[in-house]
C-alpha cells in the first residue's frame, strides 16, 4: 500500500501589511491617521489638552558660545510659523507652525536660564586638556540650568562645527557626556550644529526639531 507524500508549503517570499493608525488628540475617536505629520497637522497632538494645563508655552533655555545665541534663536523663531517643505517625496508635508501643531507657543526661556560660553575651547572651564574644560564647562552649565528648572522646558545646546575636532575623541564625547548629565539631572537637551542651522528645508528642520522639543519637554505627538 502506497502512501502519498503531502504537498509541500509554499509561502510567500513576502507580506504587504496596512500601516496601523496613529492616534492623535485624545478624546476625539476620529482623530486617527496612518501619515504621523498629517495626522499632527489635522488633529493635533495626542495629549495637547492635558499639556496646556500643566505649561501654556514651551520654553527653551540656550547654552553655547556667545555668537552662536542669535542664530539658535532666528532658528527657534522659525519653527514658530509655517515653513514651506521642498523635500521631493510622498512623505514631506508643509509645516504649519509649533502652535498648530501642539497647542503651545515654542518662546526663549528667562535670561537665567541661558549660559553663555566664552568663544574659544581653551578658555571653557578648568584643566589641563580640552577635553577637561568642556566636560567641567557642560557639568557648571547644566548645574546653572538645574537651580533654574522651573524657568524652561528643554534646553538648546551649540556646537559650532570649529570645536568638533575637540569634541569627539577615542577619550571623550561631548555629545554622550552631555546626554548622560542631562539624564541624571532631569534635564532634557537638544544639541543644535552648524549643519542644522545651514540646512536648506527648513520645513523638514521644522518638523524633526519642533516634534523632538516636544517630545523631550515630556509630551506625546
Known amino acids: 500500500m502506497s502512501v ?11 507580506t504587504l501589511l496596512e500601516e496601523p493608525e496613529l492616534a492623535f488628540a485624545s478624546g476625539n ?12 497637522s489635522r488633529f493635533g497632538a495626542f495629549d495637547q489638552a492635558s499639556y496646556r494645563h500643566y505649561s501654556q508655552d514651551l520654553r527653551v533655555a540656550y547654552v553655547g558660545p556667545r555668537s552662536g545665541a542669535a542664530l539658535v534663536r532666528d532658528m527657534r523663531e522659525s519653527l514658530r510659523g509655517p515653513q514651506r517643505n521642498t523635500d521631493n517625496n510622498s ?23 541661558h549660559v553663555v560660553w566664552p568663544e574659544e575651547l581653551y578658555d571653557l572651564g578648568q584643566g589641563d586638556t580640552v577635553s577637561k574644560r568642556v566636560r567641567a564647562a557642560l557639568h557648571h552649565a547644566l548645574r546653572r540650568l538645574e537651580a533654574a528648572r522651573a524657568q524652561f522646558d528643554v534646553a538648546l545646546v551649540y556646537f559650532p562645527d570649529r570645536w568638533l575636532p575637540h569634541l569627539r575623541t577615542k577619550e571623550f564625547d561631548a555629545h554622550d557626556e552631555l546626554k548622560a548629565l542631562g539624564a541624571q539631572l532631569g534635564i532634557p537637551t537638544q544639541v543644535i550644529n552648524d549643519k542644522s542651522l545651514k540646512f536648506g528645508n527648513w520645513g523638514a528642520r521644522a518638523w524633526r526639531l519642533s516634534v523632538a522639543l516636544y517630545a523631550k519637554a515630556g509630551g506625546t505627538p
Open 91 to 113: 512623505y514631506a508635508q508643509a509645516y504649519p507652525g509649533f502652535e498648530s501643531l501642539f497647542g503651545v507657543d515654542l518662546l526663549s526661556a528667562d535670561k537665567q536660564a
Open 4 to 14: 502519498e507524500k503531502p504537498l509541500p508549503i509554499n509561502l510567500p517570499a513576502f
Open 29 to 40: 475617536p476620529k482623530a486617527r491617521h496612518r501619515h504621523p505629520l498629517l495626522g499632527l
